[in-house]
């Protein structure tokens, strides 16, 4: 048993045991190709002869800090330590990247997985909630105002506005790129402007991408208890105007954020982060 760096021939040797991991299949096969091309990933397999038995990407998202993705195990080889053998790994290769830290995701429920990074030494540092506006089935809701793209001048109140309040605090100062997560910087709101992802009405600030033609996502926004609310229909109001079906949310869970996303028609699901020291 060897653990190595993935190559794209071992795809066809994955696809086979990872397409049931969850009730809607898996999104690891398809992954692989695009973490071969990332020049800050490094994706490993672990191998036993010409039978693929393992999987985990490792990515640096800032000089100092790794995250680890996609870990899966073939469900015939598993209890042989191989998870804990693959994550070793990556953390030796995310150390000599410079890493001081690194984090990786796991479903508030999946108790297996919470108990084996766990006994690598992780811990918990923040639960973020992941939900979904869909726009198009709410009814307008009267005196929601449209967001607006919000300019460079008003980076310095946005970020000491989300720095100082819960939302900061909860999330552990992090800002969710899709499924992973890092330290947000001032910088990742100065890129937001370039990329005019930076929008904001009189309830907060966000960021939100387009991710596909009628999705959009976001993972940081700068609000107040009494503004959420608000901010989240603007958010849907600017959604019904510009087509989207779903917006797609990754806040740190406070119990007034999740009360507002509830509100709005979003099922929050919990997602806990996990980090180790390097």
């Known amino acids: 048993m060897e653990v190595r760096p993935a190559t794209i021939e071992d795809v066809p040797r994955i696809a086979p045991w990872t397409r049931d991991t969850f009730d ?13 091309e990332e020049p800050e990933s490094h ?5 036993e002869g010409d039978e693929v038995i393992g999987l985990v ?6 000089p100092t800090e790794a995250w680890l993705e996609g870990a899966r195990v073939h469900p015939e080889h598993r209890r042989r330590g ?19 830290v690194a984090r990786l995701a796991t479903e508030e429920g999946n ?17 973020w909630a992941y939900a979904e506006l869909n726009p198009l089935q709410r009814k307008p809701i009267a005196g929601a105002s449209r967001l607006q793209p919000a300019p460079s001048a008003d980076i310095d109140a946005a970020w000491m506005s989300w720095l100082s309040g819960d939302l900061s605090r909860a999330g552990r100062e992090m800002t969710a790129i899709g499924w992973r997560w ?3 910087t001032p910088d990742d709101l100065r890129e937001a402007v370039r990329e005019q992802r930076f929008w904001q009405s009189p309830a907060g600030w966000v960021i939100l991408g387009h991710t596909e033609r009628t999705v959009a996502a976001s993972g940081w926004l700068a609000t107040t208890p009494y503004a959420a609310p608000d901010l989240l229909e603007d958010m849907a109001a600017t959604g019904r105007e510009t087509g989207l079906e779903t917006i797609a949310l990754r806040v740190p869970w406070t119990p007034w954020m999740v009360e507002a996303l509830t509100r709005a028609g979003a099922e929050p699901e919990p997602v806990c982060i996990y980090a180790i020291g390097l």
Not at 57 to 62: A, E, G, I
């Open 182 to 184: 890092r330290t947000a």
């Open 82 to 100: 191989i998870g804990s053998l693959m994550n070793q790994t990556g953390l030796d290769w995310a150390k000599e990247q410079g890493a001081r």
């Open 57 to 62: 990407n490792v990515v640096m998202l800032s």
């Open 43 to 47: 994706t490993l397999v672990c191998a």
């Open 24 to 36: 809607w299949g898996d999104y690891v096969a398809d992954r692989i190709p695009v973490w071969l």
């Open 111 to 127: 108790a297996p997985a919470r108990r084996q990074v766990e006994s690598m030494g992780y811990r918990m540092v923040s639960t």
